[in-house]
């Protein structure tokens, strides 16, 4: 068995050019992630540097807003997964303590009289605006037009994605026309050194639920991503510009388990704040996902039955969440607690509530 190694970088300029060799190179480095661990990382993608600067700031705005201010828009207010997500809401593995994270959840602009919102489909309602952010329109616009880079992108990599298959690059249309994509700002406040690295995570370890994740990092480690054969963490080290690139849940759903949706996590352990912007492309709530061309071999069943977009990513969150849901129950009643602790100061207090 080969060493275990971290996501490689890979250059996805040749998708974009008349390079037919660099462009069935890149294609089958994509296939050998895929079969791999499905993660990867691209440079020579087309969202600008000067974007991912600006929407890295309008983050770092958000999370340095009071608390009170972050909490007016709750996204327990909500039944669409918008809004801001408190410091040790969620715990995605078992055995660990509430993540050391906080986020705000947004997505594409679904007015209430959208059909999506009156279908109540997968995340789909007005975005939940913060009201004292610095420059709150810039705000606004960068992160649409952030929303709206990454979401051609993410269409771009599905291109990819399909040519790995044996498939024309517009394969993936029906499941891009219409998607629902999650994008999140996270925050992670730094950890003491000297915390305890079982319990304390800024996120558990997870598979993502969705078809792809694209994440942009800042320059603070502390993504890993497990090695199933040997049972290493390996460091997803932060490239300046560069995405990381996941498949989720669905992809290896449809891909058969051929293509993998791996198990990552986030320990801060640097000594500082880490901010992360992950891109959620779950697809077209409607698209019926099926066993994809090219997964089976001769002779081979499907594993799995057809399931819509909207089905699949619904079930996955039960699934996982529902682990959280008792600890959550237990949290509310603490949660006074926990905005107090979040109000002091912030890595230190946080830690030791
Ligand atoms: O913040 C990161 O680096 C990873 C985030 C992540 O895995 C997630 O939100 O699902
Ligand atoms: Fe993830």
């Known amino acids: 068995m080969s060493a275990p190694s971290a996501p490689p970088i890979l250059d996805f300029a040749p998708f974009y050019g008349a390079d037919s060799e660099a462009k069935s190179q890149l294609i089958d480095e994509v296939r050998n992630c895929c079969h791999y661990n499905g993660f990867f990382q691209i440079t020579g993608h087309r969202v600008p540097l000067d974007l991912q600067r ?7 705005r958000f999370f340095d807003l009071p608390l009170e201010e972050k909490l007016q828009i709750d996204k327990n207010h909500n ?9 040790r809401s969620q715990m995605l593995e078992v055995g660990t303590g509430p993540e050391l994270k906080e986020g705000l959840y947004i997505g594409e602009e679904i007015p209430e009289d959208h059909p999506y919102y009156l279908e109540k489909k997968l995340n789909s309602g007005p975005n939940q605006w913060p009201q004292t952010v610095l420059d709150k329109d810039e705000f606004q616009k960068t992160t649409m037009e952030y929303y709206h880079a990454v979401f051609e992108l993410a269409k771009d990599v599905l291109g990819v994605l399909a040519q790995t298959l044996g498939v024309e690059t517009s394969f993936f249309e029906p499941l891009t026309d219409g998607a629902v994509a999650t994008m999140r700002y996270l925050h992670y406040p730094a950890q003491p050194q000297d915390t305890d690295e079982k319990l304390n995570r800024g996120i558990g370890a997870h598979t993502d639920f969705g078809c792809i994740t694209l994440l942009l990092q800042d320059e603070v480690d502390g993504l890993q991503v497990l090695d199933a054969p040997t049972g290493q963490w390996l460091d997803v080290k932060p490239v300046p510009g560069a995405y ?4 989720g849940n669905l992809f290896m759903r449809m891909a058969n388990d051929k293509y993998k949706s791996n198990t990552h996590r986030v320990i801060n352990k640097s000594g500082r704040e880490r901010y992360s912007i992950p891109f959620f492309f779950s697809g077209n709530p409607d698209y019926v996902c099926e066993c994809l061309p090219n997964c089976r071999d001769e002779g081979e069943a499907a594993k799995y039955g057809p399931i819509t977009v909207q089905d699949m990513v619904t079930a996955s969150y039960k699934e996982s969440y529902g682990r959280a849901e008792s600890y959550k129950k237990e949290m509310e009643s603490t949660k006074q607690e926990r905005i107090a602790a979040a109000s002091a100061a912030p890595a230190v207090a946080a830690i030791a509530a």
Do not use: A, I, K
């Open 244 to 247: 990381v690139v996941n498949l």
């Open 54 to 60: 600006r929407v890295m700031d309008c983050s770092r």
């Open 79 to 87: 039944s669409f997964n918008r809004g801001y997500e408190l410091l």
